[in-house]
């Protein structure tokens, strides 16, 4: 997608995008909290691939965020 067929972010998407990345913050924590807690190498092995797709979700929400970042107003809006 190139910057000109772009819209920029409403302040709904933002803040929707922030819980997102917060929620997926938490789910990496609590699956490396649970992976480090047990024993069952099987376990371990499961989450530490949902560990991996959570900070890959991260990922993909902030690259999102740069590329609308051009887009973004320079000043807050009265």
Do not use: R
Request: hydrophobic share 30%; aromatic share 2%; charged share 15%.
């Amino acid at each position: 997608m190139q910057n000109g067929s772009m819209q920029p972010i409403t302040g709904k998407e933002l803040e929707y995008i922030a819980d997102c990345l917060s929620n997926e913050d938490l789910l990496t924590k609590q699956c490396a909290a649970t992976a480090s807690s047990t024993q069952n190498p099987a376990l371990k092995q499961v989450l530490s691939q949902h560990i991996q797709m959570h900070k890959q979700h991260a990922d993909k929400l902030i690259g999102a965020l740069q590329q609308h970042q051009p887009l973004a107003p320079t000043q807050p809006s009265n």
